[in-house]
Each structure stands twice: as structure tokens, then as C-alpha cells.
């Protein structure tokens, strides 16, 4: 019928294109199904999903090349932090960031004596002027009760040993803890202030800087950081040394007769702040620059003081050959203190702590109780001390819960034995917890108590 209609070849000519059009048709349909198997469906598999993604298919391939290009040279920045990038405190090198800068300062005449600083000869009077211009500020804040600084300090860097900085943090905290309950401030210092003066002698430019910084301040206070408090209830008896400007735990006869270098110690002392302060630390301190004078010096001191062993000038004995040698001019404004522990040696002390707790009770100070308990030889920041490490660490822990035991006793609780870190409950709760007594008379001492005026 097409034929007789259209004509013979036009018909043919319609039933090729038709043939043409289903083929067309077939090989797009097995395009989109290949497509579809490749590239995925589409999020909902809808049409309009489809050709999304196609477009995106083919647009991401013009990419290809630069994107992996890319995350091959992120892949090896990784691959190359990864050896310096990393969360583990353990597997970091700490050198890396403790870098020293060289000095400034230009290296000292070794042919002009030390100095401390400039000469200073009116210090009383500049004091006494500025005491009275800030009446706000005493020198004493009761009655025989001095304006009192601790200092202590330790190395700006981390110690020599894994430990050393936990038990640099256990010291200060049992200082910080006495302080608190004996009206003292306290400076705790990192810096070496003179690079000539370190080891034992960076204390003097540091205690002399403080003593001119902080005129209010009666005395100062000087503790090692490996001396603890073990008496958190001992009152220093300040008016024992109201005519003495410098107090130290020794022996008379040890320093002046005997000159024996351990006839004091000056791991812990007392310097009441004056002219005559800065007259000692300057007499004291051209024995301390590091190097030929030093060194030079430990000769001197091993050979004058009885039993000193052959090593370099040290704070210690060159006090003691100060006060030996010159005992006319220093000797009258010096306590010995030998009737409490203000320096404990704790190898005589740390094994009888169990007995003084059951046959004695803080507040004594002396050898039943001491007041302080100092780690001579141990050198817990070090790498090697003088004594085997396991004994040092064991009976600092020992000394530190002994002192910390007077003050948890205060708050109901105390550690379960000298050796542990655990603690225990001493005391119930109690809904009046005012009527609570205090026994040792820590929580509200007199010396806090605020005056008020009556009118």
C-alpha cells in the first residue's frame, strides 16, 4: 500500500531510515547501560542523576593527570614530616628546640677582679628612706614577725634524667606549702643572671638582685631545690636572731677552730636584708667565676680547709674560709644555728621517720622532728649523683609524704604509708565541719589574723 502511495523507491528509501533509527536507537540504549555499570546509578538512580554524574565522569578525567600529580607530592610532604611531625611525646627529639643562643656578653677581664655589680656603701639609708615613703609596705608584718622571700630555683633546661623534673615539682610544691602556712612569699627562679657565676654560685647574683629589688623584704630565705620542709608546724624563732644578719645551720667550733668545709651548709640560710649583705656577697663572691679563678681557688680552699676533697671553689667552703679567716669582721653578725634542723643531712634522718611519728609530733624542728630535710649528694636533676639512684628517689618520695602528711592531716587525710602516692580518709565527714579542731594550729595562724579598728 506504501508502494502504491509513495512509490517504490520512495518507500524503500523510508524503510532504510527507519531501520537506521532503530539501530541508532539500540546502540544508545547499550551506551547508557554500559555507562550505568561503570559510573554507578546515580544517588536515587533518577535520569537527571544520571546525567550528573556522566558529566562529571567526563570532566573528571580531563583532571586526572593534575590530581594525581598532586597527591603524589602530598603523599611524599607526609611521608617526609613524618619523621619530624609527631604526637609521641616519647619519640621527640627535646634538643630540638632547646638551643642556646650564644652570649652577648663579651668574655671578662681575667686580669680585674669580679664584681656582683656596681658598688654600693648607703644601702641602709636608701632602704630605711624608702620604708618610710611606702608605710603600705613593712619590712615586718607583726610583732617579731619579718617580711620573709624563699627563693629557690633550678637549670632553665629539663634535668639530665627522666625523673629529675617530677621531683624538681614535688620540691616546690612542699615549699610552696610551708610558705602558705608561714606567711612567707617565695620567688622561684629559672634564669642564670651571670653565665660567669653558674653551678653553685648562681645564687649570689640572684639573691643580691632581690635583696635591692625588695626593699620590704626582711629576710631572704635561701633553700636548695633538693631540700624539702619536713616540720610544716616549726615557726622560725625570729627573734633569736634579732642581732643577726646572716643565720646558718653549723657549728662553731667546726668553722672556726677546726676549719672544716662541712662546718656549715649553705644549702638553706637566712640574709637579713642591709649594707652588711651586700658587704658579704661581695667578700664571697670572687672565689665563683667559672674557669682559672675557680679552679685556682678550689686549690686554695683544699688546702686550708680540714678533709676538703681536690675539686673546683664551691659556695660552701669558701663561707666557711670567709668566716674562718676573717671571723673579726663577720664573725659578731653570724648565727650558727645548731639547735634545729634549718639543713637536715638525710642520710642521718630519712630512716627513722616512722619512729619520730610514733614517739614525736611536728613543731620541734630539730632531730625529732626536723625542720628540714636536704638531699645532699643525691642530684636528682643530674645524670649521676653520689649515692645509688634507687635509695635517693625512694627516701625523697619518703621525705615528701612525710612533710605532705601534715598537711593532708589538716583536710582529713594522710598517704597510706611514706612509700605510697595513694591516700587515705582519717577523719569522717561531719555536717559541722567549723567544730573541726586544728590540732597543730595550721588552717588560721595568729600572724593572719586581720586587725580591726574599733572605731
Known sequence: MIDKCLGAQRSRKIQRALRHCKVTILCLVLTVVVLRGTIGAGKFGTPEQDF???????????????????????TTLSNNNAATDTNNYNEFDIKKILIDEESDDSKPDPNKPYSLGPKISDWDEQRSRWLKENPNYPNFIGPNKPRVLLVTGSSPKPCENPVGDHYLLKSIKNKIDYCRLHGIEIFYNMALLDAEMAGFWAKLPLIRKLLLSHPEVEFLWWMDSDAMFTDMAFEVPWERYKDSNLVMHGWNEMVYD?????GLNTGSFLLRNGQWALDILDAWAPMGPKGKIREEAGKVLTRELKDRPVFEADDQSAMVYLLATQREKWGDNVYLESAYYLHGYWGILVDRYEEMIENYHPGLGDHRWPLVTHFVGCKPCGKFGDYPVERCLKQMDRAFNFGDNQILQIYGFTHKSLASRRVKRVRNETGNPLEVKDELGLLHPAFKAVKVSSS
Open 258 to 262: 677546726q676549719k672544716n668545709w662541712i
Open 52 to 74: 550528573d554524574e556522566i558529566r562529571d565522569h567526563f570532566y573528571s578525567r580531563k583532571r586526572a593527570e593534575p590530581h594525581r600529580v598532586l597527591e603524589e607530592v602530598q
